[in-house]
């Protein structure tokens, strides 16, 4: 059985091992990093962050020994006036000759801030030996996220975004960077990753602020703008199909294209149902990930806060009905609340 739960300072060393198949801004192959992203993590889920700094941490583990298998995140608000979120319009501008009667179309790049923020999901990765399983565990650590969302929308904004990973070169490079921001910093594209994590003035200081023609770019550099990587695909059809769109912007680092949307328009969360649970032991045929949460979920407790398990049970207009197995998996008891999301 696999359960999907918050993230606690034990699972450093299995989290380590698991961010190596990603090792992304949200999810580094850093244990530094990784050891504060949990304890934020725990933080946040206990109500004791500010909202606006809030980061919540899920993990996948498999019942059996407790290791960690996947991950996934949210980040209540990517982007404070002290800390904006970065990106780069992607625009095109249409000149025309009359003397030659030629339209051409430039693709154009040009840097923008946004200091009131967007929630921001990431992070989700998952051992490579499971992303074929029937399960479909990648599946429930992004599903997960929004069941969480829709269950505490009040601290979420109203745009959701998810940054994609775009094609890097084997040893993790990003074209992008080594044609524009290694010239206007001189950081390697490494350095410039740790960097932007605490601080991101550099980039207001040294980018131009100008328009950048992507049409002076070499051909290779301009193909990956605005690409999703190929082991990022299935993560784009999923956004698709529950309501993201590109949103004609890429991260400035890499070129990955951001998808968004409005929270209350994205499907699953407009899915999500709070109910009890009912009096009786079930077998049932509809297919529900349930999330339960501790008590006093946003005050300070050392409970665990998160619980999640895709289960077969009925679902009736105000209760579910759940096994007496699945109960047990959820710490569930009759007439606790829980949020579910039909699958």
């Given at each position: 059985?696999?359960?999907?739960?918050?993230?606690?300072?034990?699972?450093?060393?299995?989290?380590?091992?698991?961010?190596?198949?990603?090792?992304?801004?949200?999810?580094?192959?850093?244990?530094?990093?990784?050891?504060?992203?949990?304890?934020?993590?725990?933080?946040?889920?206990?109500?004791?962050?500010?909202?606006?700094?809030?980061?919540?941490?899920?993990?996948?583990?498999?019942?059996?020994?407790?290791?960690?298998?996947?991950?996934?995140?949210?980040?209540?608000?990517?982007?404070?006036?002290?800390?904006?979120?970065?990106?780069?319009?992607?625009?095109?501008?249409?000149?025309?000759?009359?003397?030659?009667?030629?339209?051409?179309?430039?693709?154009?790049?040009?840097?923008?801030?946004?200091?009131?923020?967007?929630?921001?999901?990431?992070?989700?990765?998952?051992?490579?030996?499971?992303?074929?399983?029937?399960?479909?565990?990648?599946?429930?650590?992004?599903?997960?996220?929004?069941?969480?969302?829709?269950?505490?929308?009040?601290?979420?904004?109203?745009?959701?975004?998810?940054?994609?990973?775009?094609?890097?070169?084997?040893?993790?490079?990003?074209?992008?960077?080594?044609?524009?921001?290694?010239?206007?910093?001189?950081?390697?594209?490494?350095?410039?990753?740790?960097?932007?994590?605490?601080?991101?003035?550099?980039i207001r200081a040294l980018f131009p602020e100008e328009p950048i023609y992507a049409t002076l770019l070499p051909p290779e550099v301009q193909a990956v703008i605005g690409e999703v990587g190929p082991e990022t695909k299935g993560v784009e059809k999923m956004l698709r199909r529950i309501g993201f769109t590109y949103a004609n912007?890429?991260?400035?680092?890499?070129?990955?294209?951001?998808?968004?949307?409005?929270?209350?328009?994205?499907?699953?969360?407009?899915?999500?149902?709070?109910?009890?649970?009912?009096?009786?032991?079930?077998?049932?045929?509809?297919?529900?990930?349930?999330?339960?949460?501790?008590?006093?979920?946003?005050?300070?407790?050392?409970?665990?806060?998160?619980?999640?398990?895709?289960?077969?049970?009925?679902?009736?207009?105000?209760?579910?009905?759940?096994?007496?197995?699945?109960?047990?998996?959820?710490?569930?008891?009759?007439?606790?609340?829980?949020?579910?999301?039909?699958?």
């Amino acid at each position: 059985m696999f359960v999907i739960r918050d993230a606690r300072a034990a699972d450093l060393d299995a989290l380590q091992d698991v961010a190596r198949h990603l090792d992304s801004v949200n999810l580094p192959d850093d244990r530094e990093r990784l050891a504060a992203l949990i304890a934020a993590s725990e933080e946040s889920f206990a109500g004791r962050r500010e909202v606006p700094e809030r980061r919540f941490l899920f993990v996948l583990t498999d019942t059996t020994d407790n290791r960690v298998l996947g991950a996934s995140m949210i980040f209540a608000q990517h982007g404070t006036r002290r800390a904006p979120h970065v990106y780069f319009d992607v625009l095109g501008e249409e000149r025309y000759s009359q003397t030659l009667d030629r339209l051409v179309t430039h693709r154009v790049l040009r840097i923008g801030y946004n200091y009131k923020g967007v929630t921001e999901i990431g992070g989700l990765v998952l051992r490579p030996e499971l992303r074929r399983h029937p399960a479909h565990l990648g599946k429930l650590l992004s599903y997960v996220r929004f069941v969480y969302i829709a269950a505490h929308r009040a601290i979420f904004r109203d745009e959701v975004l998810s940054e994609l990973m775009p094609p890097l070169e084997p040893d993790g490079t990003s074209r992008l960077w080594e044609a524009l921001g290694r010239k206007f910093t001189g950081l390697s594209y490494q350095e410039a990753d740790r960097l932007s994590h605490e601080n991101k003035e550099f980039i207001r200081a040294l980018f131009p602020e100008e328009p950048i023609y992507a049409t002076l770019l070499p051909p290779e550099v301009q193909a990956v703008i605005g690409e999703v990587g190929p082991e990022t695909k299935g993560v784009e059809k999923m956004l698709r199909r529950i309501g993201f769109t590109y949103a004609n912007r890429i991260d400035p680092f890499d070129g990955g294209p951001h998808f968004h949307a409005l929270i209350d328009e994205v499907t699953l969360v407009r899915q999500v149902r709070a109910v009890c649970v009912g009096p009786d032991t079930a077998t049932g045929a509809t297919p529900l990930l349930v999330m339960a949460q501790a008590a006093g979920a946003d005050t300070a407790t050392t409970a665990p806060r998160v619980r999640a398990a895709a289960v077969t049970a009925i679902l009736g207009e105000e209760d579910v009905r759940l096994s007496a197995a699945d109960r047990t998996l959820l710490a569930l008891s009759p007439g606790d609340r829980v949020h579910v999301l039909p699958l």
